[in-house]
């Protein structure tokens, strides 16, 4: 399996910037798709972004699109997600998860999650 760390979360005020990080480790790490989901309170986790194997194609909820930047570096095994511009609807714990395959933008498509790191944006 592969186990994935995440960080960087904070408070932030409207029109800021975060960089979160994710690090996968195991021996199967880097057989594995990277994306990002997120949960509001009292919402359903929501897809935000996904990046290919070899960093590619990046795949983008229209929320965040143009505000949000996926990125990894094979090397380190890490995946980040620098986000921009932030709005207070932005708000939400932040979940790095792994999938072999499936449907990019389906929960269900990813095996492994973070521990979740949360993003707060005061207005």
């Known amino acids: 399996q592969v186990q994935l760390v995440e960080s960087g979360g904070g408070l932030v005020q409207a029109g800021g910037s975060l960089r979160l990080s994710c690090v996968a480790s195991?021996?199967?790490?880097?057989?594995?798709?990277m994306g990002w989901f997120r949960q509001a309170p009292g919402k359903e986790r929501e897809f935000v972004t996904t990046?290919?194997?070899?960093?590619?194609?990046?795949y983008y909820a229209d929320s965040v699109k143009g505000r949000f930047t996926i990125s990894a570096d094979g090397a380190k095994n890490t995946v980040y997600l620098q986000m921009n511009s932030l709005k207070p609807e932005d708000t939400a714990v932040y979940y790095c998860a792994a999938r072999m395959g499936g449907t990019y933008y389906s929960g269900l498509a990813y095996a492994f999650w973070g521990q979740g790191t949360q993003v707060t944006v005061s207005s």
């Open positions: 990046i290919s194997r070899g960093g590619g194609s990046t």
């Open positions: 195991g021996r199967t790490a880097s057989t594995y798709i």
